[in-house]
């Protein structure tokens, strides 16, 4: 079978459908006949929350900075004349050329497309990194504590470090959106 992907437009209408509380075959039917379990698929690694849309930091090169650094390597001007051109420092420049390939091969589309690749954080939350405090989170709601109950109990009794803290946020996620498979019963 072949991966579906889905087009901005439609991945708008997949996250406005869940909103509204519609299920996965029914949001399959609205988009012609899509497989629900590729709705399925796209929803999974932001365990059904609409992911914020992606900015760019504003002390990251743009690719306009980028296509500037590549033609002062053509011109065969030094890094700092046109770092000084850019306003920014001589070791950014440097990094970012060295970082792509160097002054024979830096291209700055793909420069780009790396550094918005690199940009991606998937990071696992607490519950799924630290598996003692994924133990004691589910002892206490073994014993009926609630998601609210048990973040305030750990600052309390452990405030030292912060491998032992957690939002209830975090637990309600890890509960209630199954997808994360953190704390299965």
């Not at 051109?85 to 070791?91: E, M, T, V």
């Not at 780009?112 to 690749?117: F, G």
């Not at 607490?126 to 009926?144: C, F, I, M, P, S």
């Amino acid at each position: 079978m072949k991966r579906q992907y889905f087009t901005l437009a439609e991945s708008a209408e997949i996250w406005a459908r869940w909103k509204k509380g519609e299920g996965l075959k029914s949001i399959s039917r609205a988009l012609g006949g899509r497989w629900h379990s590729s709705i399925y698929a796209h929803m999974r690694p932001t365990g059904g929350i609409k992911p914020p849309p992606r900015r760019r930091s504003s002390r990251a090169l743009s690719l306009a900075e980028r296509e500037e650094i590549s033609r002062g390597i053509v011109a065969g001007r030094s890094v700092r004349s046109f770092a000084r051109d850019l306003a920014r420092s001589p070791s950014t420049v440097s990094r970012e050329i060295c970082r792509n390939g160097g002054s024979r091969r830096y291209r700055a589309e793909a420069a780009d497309k790396r550094a918005l690749a690199q940009a991606l954080r998937p990071k696992l939350c607490k519950l799924a990194t630290y598996g003692h405090l994924r133990q004691t989170v589910a002892r206490k709601l073994e014993r009926n504590w609630s998601p609210e109950q048990i973040p305030g109990w750990l600052k309390r009794t452990q405030p030292w470090t912060e491998a032992t803290q957690v939002s209830h946020e975090t637990i309600y996620r890890s509960l209630y959106v199954q997808t994360r498979g953190v704390l299965k019963k």
